[in-house]
């Protein structure tokens, strides 16, 4: 689904992302784990082109993101929804209306189609009794399984995730990671950055280990967890462990 070839990122001289080749395939959960500054929310804002790669190509469903035009860019990204640490919904909105936006606006659904599709994935998370809500009368738990509602209105094909639990209260951590595990057995593509090793550990097909700009390890998560290969992994993994 997603062909990552020789991506580089540099911010002035500060280059952040080193020679990048992976594949991520249809259906898979991907966990990005590694130290804070290692690139990896440049990473996943490079796979959107979100930030425009130095060098290299991302193709997604066999088009190339790194030379289209904005316009095309904007009809790419609708197909990966994007769930930061931030939820970024609209204040003014209630929660239905921040859920339906973007498939009324953008996607130029009809309204009674879309306020249905709002309900269903606001049940799916959980919040169907939210509806009519303003988000900040909600926990962080509740807004961020709406920005995952909200992500999820727009039918995307991928799913990236950069910390999506890492501003939340600790008690709200499991309900926001039950909605994405529950996501990723639907058979969601998911790219998660986390430090949520038990979700990774559950969850994830592969782990993918970053450390300075690098994709320094990966495999499946018994593997990598028991067996760490690289010294700067099993550094990192004996820090949060
Ligand atoms: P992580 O998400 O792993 O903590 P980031 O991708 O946020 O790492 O950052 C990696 C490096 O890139 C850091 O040194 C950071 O300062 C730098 N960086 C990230 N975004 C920008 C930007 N927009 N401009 C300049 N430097 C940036
Ligand atoms: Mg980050």
Redesign the pocket.
């Known amino acids: 689904m997603i062909e990552i070839k020789n991506l580089e990122k540099s911010?002035g001289d500060?280059q952040?992302l080193k020679n990048i080749t992976e594949v991520v395939k249809k259906g898979q959960v991907i966990c990005v784990i590694?130290p804070?500054?290692?690139?990896?929310?440049?990473?996943l804002r490079c796979l959107n082109v979100l930030e425009k790669p130095s060098a290299g190509q991302i193709i997604f469903e066999g088009q190339e993101l790194t030379n289209i035009s904005e316009v095309e860019l904007n009809k790419l990204r609708e197909r990966m929804g994007m769930v930061f640490q931030s939820f970024n919904l609209f204040p003014n909105m209630d929660v239905i209306n921040n859920v339906k936006l973007a498939p009324l606006k953008v996607k130029k659904d009809v309204e009674e189609e879309a306020s249905q599709k709002a309900g269903q994935l606001l049940e799916q998370v959980g919040l169907a009794d939210k509806a009519e809500q303003f988000p900040l009368s909600l926990s962080g738990g509740q807004q961020q399984r709406v920005a995952i509602a909200r992500a999820l209105a727009m039918d995307p094909e991928v799913m990236l995730f950069d910390e999506p639990t890492s501003a939340l209260d600790p008690e709200m951590v499991g309900e926001v990671l039950k909605v994405m595990k529950d996501l990723a057995e639907s058979g969601m593509t998911m790219i998660v950055?986390t430090h949520e090793m038990g979700f990774a550990k559950e969850v994830a097909d592969q782990i993918w280990f970053?450390d300075e700009g690098y994709i320094q390890e990966k495999g499946a998560p018994d593997e990598f967890f028991a067996n760490p290969k690289t010294s700067r992994a099993k550094e990192f993994l004996s820090k949060i462990l």
């Open positions: 911010f500060n952040v590694g804070s500054g290692s690139g990896k929310s440049t990473f950055v970053m």
